[in-house]
């Protein structure tokens, strides 16, 4: 197992759709097993494949940090099968550090994906749960979460993080 480096906002990957994954074989065991360490590390309690250089339709999702296992989600190929209601909370990204926005999410949502195994799972969320895998699949399909701000504000973050990335 390895801690992988966290994809900063500006590199392409991040804006790039992931490829679907077709077979579960070693290296994507592997990946799995390096995001879930990447994820708790950070520490963070999503991340998604994109997010350490791999352009592949992976994410991880545990609410817990690593306290609960019950909590750890890693899903293959993840889509809404239904997104209901609306919900606005503060929200955050490892690959945007020092941004912190209210975005506007489903409430509840229902996600079809695979697990390691390759068997289907139907997962129900909301809340904070609904707001992580709303975010994880927005990454698999290269949009950031500040993609979901109005353009004026967008822009001015964007402006900001230029400014940071130029002085350093
Ligand atoms: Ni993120």
């Known amino acids: 197992m390895a801690i992988l480096e966290i994809i900063k906002y500006g590199n392409p990957v991040l804006t790039r759709k992931a490829e679907l994954i077709k077979t579960i074989d070693q290296e994507i065991l592997d990946l799995a097993q ?21 352009s592949k339709r992976l994410i991880t999702v545990d609410l ?23 919900d606005v909370s503060e929200e955050g990204c ?15 949502v229902l ?6 195994q390759g068997r289907e799972k139907i997962i129900e969320a909301e809340g904070l749960l609904a707001r992580v895998f709303c975010h994880e699949i927005d990454h698999i399909n290269g949009k950031l979460f500040i993609d979901n701000l109005s353009p004026l504000k967008k822009a001015l973050i964007k402006k900001r993080l230029k400014k940071e990335h130029a002085l350093g």
């Open 111 to 116: 996600v079809k994906g695979m697990d390691l």
């Open 34 to 54: 390096d995001m879930i360490s990447t994820m708790h590390a950070a520490p963070g309690i999503g991340l998604a494949a994109p997010q350490v250089n791999i």
């Open 64 to 86: 817990s940090v690593g306290e609960k296992p019950d909590d750890l989600v890693v899903l293959i190929n993840p889509e809404f099968i239904k997104t209901e209601g609306e």
């Open 94 to 108: 490892l690959s945007v550090p020092g941004v912190q926005e209210k975005i506007k999410r489903p409430a509840r």
